[in-house]
């Protein structure tokens, strides 16, 4: 008598469930058009690595401020203390804390990136990720670069580092204000999600604001907003489509096209 093959389970990870036409979709292929799904063209989250390799040419990036960690100023502690979610965050993220820096060429045009992956907390604002943003916009000056920020900062600033953090919100913007002094091009795109403190500061101060299509952005969240001016909100409320028409962003771009549109707004916007 033949046994009985066991059954062989579907390894985990290959499909993933689109957040928006609820959609189960294989994950490779999500992955391969850049996090977007192949069915209603929702853009997912994107790593910091994956958003590196989709903006600029191939093997051109250097990373800056690696050595920066973020410590625990306030012995923070809610369900775990401030310090060992860091660490966790760091194992499953590999990364020391929510921005990436650097140098790098988009289509063979110089300039310099920062990131915030919201992997990490959220891609929250701390001292590191306040730091690191600020220091790229000062050597952005230095150079006399293009600067491309790209928010992906749904947690606004991070709670945990309390006052600290608010103060990363003048900080970077005291920076940009002496870059744009320096007359240097600050383009800032904004992801899913972009909110609180990242909103209200570095992510709306761009010369040229470009936003994905879909991405929530806004300051406070819209049950808030709803209780507070007591006014029935529009279906829409806080999609870049919705600050499009109401002039808070230039222009919403595929994440496919990008590449092309940024390095299209440095030939335009550069001083020769």
């Not at 009985?4 to 928006?20: A, D, H, M, Q, S």
């Not at 040419?57 to 979610?85: A, K, M, Q, S």
């Not at 489509?241 to 940024?262: A, M, P, Q, S």
């Amino acid at each position: 008598m033949a046994t009985e093959r066991p059954k062989r389970g579907v390894p985990e990870g290959l499909w993933i469930r689109c957040t928006n036409c609820k959609t189960t979709v294989y994950k490779k292929e999500v992955v391969a058009r850049h996090h977007v799904c192949p069915d209603c063209d929702h853009h997912f989250t994107m790593p910091a690595k994956d958003r590196v390799a989709q903006l600029l040419d191939e093997g051109t990036f250097e990373e800056w401020d690696t050595d920066l960690r973020p410590c625990d100023p306030l012995n923070f502690v809610d369900r775990i203390p401030y310090h060992e979610r860091l660490v966790d965050e760091q194992k499953k993220t590999g990364m020391p804390d929510a921005a990436v820096t650097g140098k790098g060429f988009i289509r063979g045009r110089p300039v310099v990136l920062g990131i915030t992956d919201f992997a990490f907390m959220a891609g929250s604002m701390g001292s590191v990720v306040g730091e690191k943003l600020t220091r790229a916009a000062e050597r952005a000056t230095e150079l006399k670069l293009p600067l491309i920020f790209v928010s992906g900062s749904g947690g606004g600033a991070r709670m945990q580092e309390g006052i600290v953090s608010l103060m990363q919100m003048a900080k970077i913007s005291a920076a940009l204000g002496r870059y744009d002094s320096a007359g240097g091009l600050y383009v800032c795109i904004l992801t899913n999600p972009t909110m609180g403190g990242v909103a209200a500061s570095w992510a709306f101060q761009g010369d040229i604001t470009l936003a994905e299509p879909g991405a929530l952005v806004g300051f406070a969240g819209r049950r808030v907003i709803s209780n507070t001016v007591r006014v029935e909100l529009p279906e829409n409320f806080q999609t870049s489509e919705f600050l499009l028409k109401h002039g808070f962003v230039d222009r919403i771009v595929h994440r496919k096209d990008l590449r092309t549109e940024v390095a299209r707004i440095v030939d335009y916007c550069q001083i020769r």
